[in-house]
């Protein structure tokens, strides 16, 4: 298959190509680098030593014989984009080029423009070039379980059958994005479903919960191969960042109560998500949306969790409570269904301290490299008087 | 009150200036007069001869004795923005300064990103300038029937209660945006929401049916004081289209059936409208949802009113059925609700055969102006096969 991943330099996308070229599938990848300048221009690094994009495929290709093709360019650059789908004829598109960020989303203006012109125009720039060069290929988008927000009733995935005066209707599941970044991620949304009804383009929105995890099987074939992993309070997630604490010995930064309730995934099925929908595509015309994680827990679970794992490694580990620096609620109903991706074969791995101790191992490897001053959470999602929800 | 109109050059921004001028309010607008070169670009013009904006602030000054403000610019510019709001200090916000056209938004892959950035992105602005400057400003933003579509169960004012599963909650109304114009509509309402939930601003989204009309109690003074009036295939609405095709000898330009139902509203009532929702401010914290329209109508029924009309007046009217250049349902189940604008006090002015003349006698005046060429449907919502629904 000619599988073309937008975003192949990064965290989840880097993994993503090796996978697909591991299987066989002739892939090419698209990066303008311009995470590594974000996470650069708010004071963190990576924590494992990435190389270049460049390097990386090169030693792939030691390792496996396989070539990645690479284009080095923006998603907003609508001639560019339009050129690579032209050149590469994908089959699928797997779209991670975006800015993936809540707490960068809401600290400055010019970030949140950055954020939704980025995301949104980009997304708009794919939807166009598979239109005119390849009306048949698949587009798998990842989207975020973030742009259902906290309603008081189960959330579907992507629909919702609604009754109402006595008529009847299936419609999108209604949206209460968490932050300007998970408002592009609806917007996204909208427009591709849009695309999918008038141009009969074929979708899967993979709406994904909070990744963790540090290791796929490719990228543990060499130290070369190694993904990006961040533990900033911008670009961190959760679990990754309370491991990172952990070793370093700084203070779990739970905001609030932690009872905020989120569903999580290993990165390990993030590759098999994205491979199960981009095997099993979706049909001409529909926009398809999966739930994609495994298990939900809440933030203070976590905290807990790591607590006991990094004791248990002898760590001492303390968990402390800062003030929400996000407008959230701490404690709410929330259940979301995920069944689709299980019945398409995903085989979860499930979260438990011998996994979290295994991350903690991983870590240590890097731990020098870890910037302190990155970790406390500086950006408000509200710089005025606090809200109440 | 001190009221800033974005988009104060426009068919419906600039009679609202005036309206605001009259009833002695302190009146702002901006522009930047984009809207001019856009319908220029597609090779037409206002049938109304309108004077430049300043021309027109002269004259009404002459007129009424009253000031109102100006600043050139776009809102796409937020340090600009940022600095008009900060000046004027504004309690109300009116914003129209939008790309308003379904077709051009469909034109082109580079006309789609110029709708959709210059309306996401000019929003978002105006929401951190709001948070910044103003967080007690009440934002009355114009959104469109369009963004709803066509599901098949009664359409509410901005949400719905949904019980699921036994639970029960208020979340907004899905949408199944129309074009990506409308699109670009869903997102400013998703992104204005969060603003409200998040930061605690306060804001009304006046999600307008399909205006007509061509005075209003204030342009009808002066001849210098009109508002521009579009008929063209991209700016002209539907009604406004008609009467012009009627005076000019064109066919009526009815798309497939002709069976779509909308909402209507003439433009007399956008402004009873916009000034309700600015005397009775939303809450703060709260994005109100009112939609704005006072008649549901089919395509064909108004084709006929105006074949009526017109033959009355001595013109011979004929109604032509084009292939449907949108992709979008001819026959459908249609049923809004528009309760809350009434509440609030809306009289609406309703359309018959004499209002139609009206409008008919108002365009007699100009019709030399007309650019026949402009008329007939050349944008087509897919360039590919057409999309079974």
């Excluded at 298959?1 to 697909?20: K, N």
Aim: include cysteine; hydrophobic fraction near 35%.
């Amino acid at each position: 298959m000619r599988v073309l991943i937008l975003g192949g330099d990064g965290y989840l996308g880097w993994p993503t190509a090796l996978r697909f070229s591991a299987r066989g599938h002739e892939v090419t990848v698209v990066d303008n680098f311009v995470r590594r300048r974000w996470v650069d221009g708010v004071g963190s690094d990576s924590l494992t030593p990435i190389g270049g994009l460049a390097e990386r495929i090169d030693a792939w290709r030691e390792v496996s014989g396989n070539e990645i093709r690479c284009f080095v360019g923006s998603v907003e650059d609508g001639e560019f984009l339009d050129g690579v789908v032209a050149e590469t004829q994908p089959e699928v598109v797997i779209h991670y080029g975006q800015q993936a960020s809540a707490p960068y989303s809401m600290a400055s203006r010019e970030k949140a423009v950055e954020t939704q012109h980025g995301n949104v125009i980009g997304n708009l720039n794919l939807l166009f070039a598979i239109r005119d060069h390849v009306p048949e290929c698949h587009l798998v988008k990842l989207g975020t379980m973030g742009e259902y927000g906290q309603p008081e009733i189960d959330i579907e995935e992507g629909y919702i059958e609604i009754e109402h005066k006595g008529r009847r209707d299936t419609l999108p599941f209604p949206k209460l994005p968490a932050s300007l970044y998970h408002c592009s991620k609806v917007h996204d949304s909208t427009n591709i479903h849009f695309a999918c009804r008038t141009w009969g383009l074929r979708a899967t929105d993979l709406n994904q919960g909070v990744v963790y995890g540090i290791e796929t099987d490719e990228t543990a074939d060499d130290e070369r191969l190694i993904t990006r992993f961040d533990y900033d309070e911008i670009f961190g997630t959760v679990l990754n960042r309370f491991c990172v604490q952990a070793v370093i010995g700084h203070p779990l930064t739970v905001y609030g109560t932690g009872g905020q309730t989120r569903g999580f995934l290993n990165i390990r099925d993030t590759l098999q998500c994205v491979e199960l929908a981009a095997l099993n595509p979706a049909e001409a015309g529909e926009f398809r949306v999966f739930n994609q994680f495994t298990e939900q827990f809440s933030v203070l679970e976590l905290a807990q969790l790591v607590k006991h794992a990094g004791e248990h490694l002898g760590y001492s580990v303390e968990i402390q409570h800062y003030d929400n620096p996000r407008v959230e609620k701490e404690e709410h109903y929330y259940n979301a269904i995920h069944t689709k991706l299980l019945d398409l074969g995903l085989e979860p791995t499930l979260l438990g301290e011998e996994l979290v101790e295994s991350m903690i191992h991983a870590i240590e490897r890097h731990k020098d490299r870890a910037i302190e001053t990155a970790i406390d959470p500086h950006t408000r999602w509200n710089p005025g008087e606090p809200v109440q929800l």
